[in-house]
């Protein structure tokens, strides 16, 4: 049995709190294409707010669910979010529900630094084609599907 980010959150928060980075693999289709699921992993580190258009935050809802998703912007003291296979955003995020940022992410083996000039490029143009997005995933969904569709057990 695989352990769930509910088990693992206080190992990886102690980690954090060291200021320790801390890697794990993807689960859930929200950021396609950007991440795969289960094949892509993120690294995360502690970073003090305020947090920027294109910051890729992990977060906490209320409700407890774990969260990893793009600052589209700031809005009223707090931040409007969404994954990048997304159309609607998520506001109300605040720098309380706020546990790490990405600071790279593993794409088949290769480590990309959030600061990198391709990631800043991809990002801001994504962020940029935000009017078009429901677009655009439809017409990666068909070139790509496999970015988009989880194992079928978790499809239900």
Known sequence: MLAGLDDL????????????????????????PTLRHGKDQVTLARKAPPYKRGDLLFYRRDSGAFVLH?????????????????????????????????TAIIRDGRRLSAKAFSQRVWVGAWLALFPLRRYLLAALRRMR????????????
């Open 70 to 102: 793009r600052v589209l912007r700031a809005k009223d003291g707090a931040y409007v979010m969404c994954g990048d296979g997304q159309i609607s955003p998520e506001e109300g995020v605040e720098d309380r529900h706020v546990l790490a940022v990405s």
């Open 145 to 156: 599907p496999e970015y988009f569709v989880l194992p079928d057990r978790e499809n239900k």
């Open 9 to 32: 959150f206080p190992v990886m928060e102690q980690y954090l709190n060291e200021g320790k980075e801390v890697t794990f693999t993807i689960t859930g289709k929200s950021m396609a």
